[in-house]
């Protein structure tokens, strides 16, 4: 006699399940050839001197017997099957409930504070334990002033970066791709690009300026691999300690900048840092970049807005609906400038932001709904920059290193002769106040900003016939997403009247989303500009330039 021994298959045994039926089968397979083997020898050896038919009926038994076995074998084989697919489908399911465990436990762990200790056996408090530890390095995906989850989330990629609220200007990183994290340190790297053709038109002008001097005018044509910037951000030691650095090239103007900043949060009260930001002066240097209509500013914006430095800043909640932003820094525009230029006195820019219907204003603060509210969201902000100046150039060279500060006829007013024949500015204080106000709604969104600025405390080599120089101008823009996460028409104006002259600027514009994401589109824009006073080969103009502007380009930012 064969004796098969019971195999008993339980949940607890986990993944060698799958196992312990293919083992019941190979001994049932065994035990039945012994037997059938058996049964033969005694057929044979009984009846081997008997009727012949008798031996056949027997063998013909033996068949059947044969038959029954291979089916009840290949019933025992889709069981085998259907065991293992059950035991693969627990062994999901487990997995899955550990993920939701493991995000329950950071939660509650961000929640209750520092990691709480185990007691030891002598009463002393040991340390944390590896799974304590585990779930602090797991709540990395939050703490680099990004949303994004522990490793690189293909899914959640083509969304629109959030990036880091404490970085106001150009240097505010993509989500990215994480290369790296420990125990110790995190670190991730992202990039914005920008491509573009640029025409001026017409290819002649001749422009005057208030003292009815000609202004040299020249229009330009050409294709540009505009803008390039590499990101580096994440934490160190602490998830709360957090860097960024950059590295910045304009290829219209052969510019390279390499930058960072350090920051440390505190919550949603304060974030400080001390490095590289830019003065939250405007709408558009609060983070919004470069989620904007186009991927430069309108006329008005670039006229009056600061620019960036180095020092120390802040943003935090006041209260939930409502931000603020402040910057302590060595001048107006710190790129390009080395330390043996600056003066003694600092600037400072702050903002204060409202949304007082949904309490956000889509990524970044971002320009245009691609993201379609379903609810009015609304945005109000206030912003002042303050500045002392200096020329930052030698006494007798006809232009000043600093170009920051145009009148509204597009001269620097640190040039020799920009307000009086022959007189030279060599300081004056920078101050500008902004007001804005928009609204998202059903991807339409509607915004206006407005603008007061104010040159003063002259200090010139000669005599002045002013003592300051007051601007005032605004832009209104307003979008429709025609095709929803795909097409996007828009438009605006922006004026700005000087004390030497105004100026004026329509708009229209078109954005295409390829692959339905914010971080890549083609761009088209067309402008018609009056007496442009923003004098650059960084944006779209050039001082006192009237006429159409015309402009594609295609942005991606990772």
């Not at 949940?11 to 397979?29: C, D, K, N, Q, W």
């Not at 830019?278 to 991927?295: D, F, I, K, M, V």
């Amino acid at each position: 006699m064969v004796e098969i021994a019971p195999c008993f298959l339980t949940r607890s045994e986990g993944p060698e399940m799958a196992g312990s039926p293919i083992r019941f089968t190979v001994v049932l397979t065994v035990a039945v050839m012994a037997a059938v083997s058996a049964i033969a020898q005694t057929a044979t050896s009984s009846n081997l001197d008997s009727n012949p038919e008798d031996v056949i009926h027997s063998l013909d038994q033996l068949i059947k017997q044969n038959q029954q076995l291979e089916i009840q074998n290949q019933q025992m084989e889709k069981q085998n099957q259907q065991l293992q697919k059950q035991n693969q489908e627990l062994i999901d399911q487990i997995k899955t409930l550990r993920v939701a465990v493991d995000q329950h436990v950071n939660v509650s762990d961000q929640a209750t504070g520092p990691t709480q200790t185990t007691a030891r056996k002598d009463g002393r408090q040991a340390g944390p334990s590896f799974n304590q530890k585990q779930s602090t390095r797991d709540q990395t995906a939050q703490s680099s002033g990004q949303s994004q989850s522990n490793d690189d989330d293909k899914i959640k990629f083509p969304e629109s970066s959030a990036g880091n609220s404490a970085i106001f200007g150009e240097f505010n990183p993509g989500r990215g791709f994480t290369v790296g994290r420990g125990e110790y340190g995190e670190l991730n790297l992202s990039g914005y690009m920008a491509t573009r053709f640029l025409d001026q038109m017409p290819g002649q002008q001749t422009a005057f300026d208030h003292l009815d001097r000609q202004i040299q005018v020249t229009p330009r044509k050409d294709f540009q691999f505009h803008r390039v910037m590499l990101f580096s951000q994440g934490w160190l030691f602490s998830p709360k300690f957090q860097y960024s650095t950059f590295l910045w090239t304009v290829q219209d103007t052969n510019q390279v900048a390499v930058g960072g900043a350090l920051y440390y949060s505190f919550g949603k009260i304060m974030t400080l840092g001390l490095g590289w930001n830019a003065y939250p002066g405007t709408q558009s240097l609060q983070g919004s970049h470069p989620y904007w209509e186009s991927y430069d500013r309108v006329m008005a914006d670039e006229f009056f807005r600061p620019y960036f430095s180095q020092g120390v800043f802040a943003k935090g909640n006041l209260l939930p609906k409502l931000e603020y932003r402040w910057m302590f820094g060595n001048n107006n525009s710190n790129l390009d400038v080395p330390a043996v230029k600056l003066d003694r006195d600092l600037s400072a820019g702050a903002a204060l932001t409202w949304y007082p219907t949904t309490g956000e204003f889509g990524p970044r603060g971002a320009f245009g709904d691609y993201e379609n509210h379903q609810n009015l969201a609304t945005r109000f902000n206030l912003a002042y920059t303050y500045s002392p100046e200096e020329r930052q150039a030698a006494v007798g060279t006809s232009s000043g290193i600093n170009t920051t500060l145009r009148l509204s006829d597009s001269l620097n007013v640190f040039d020799t002769g920009a307000i009086a024949p022959g007189v030279t500015i060599e300081r004056t204080h920078y101050q500008m106040v902004s007001a804005a106000a928009g609204i998202k709604f059903h991807g339409l969104w509607i915004q206006g900003e407005g603008y007061g600025r104010l040159l003063d405390h002259f200090i010139a080599d000669g005599k002045l016939p002013v003592s300051e120089v007051r601007d005032s101008g605004f832009y209104v823009q307003l979008a429709e997403m025609i095709v929803p996460k795909r097409f996007e028409l828009y438009g605006g104006t922006s004026y700005i009247f000087g004390q030497y002259g105004n100026s004026k600027e329509f708009i229209v514009g078109t954005n295409y989303y390829p692959w339905d994401t914010r971080n890549i589109r083609l761009n088209t824009q067309l402008l018609n500009v009056d007496h442009s006073p923003v004098n650059s080969t960084f944006g779209f103009y050039i001082g006192q330039q009237t006429g159409p502007i015309f402009a594609i380009g295609m942005t991606a930012l990772y």
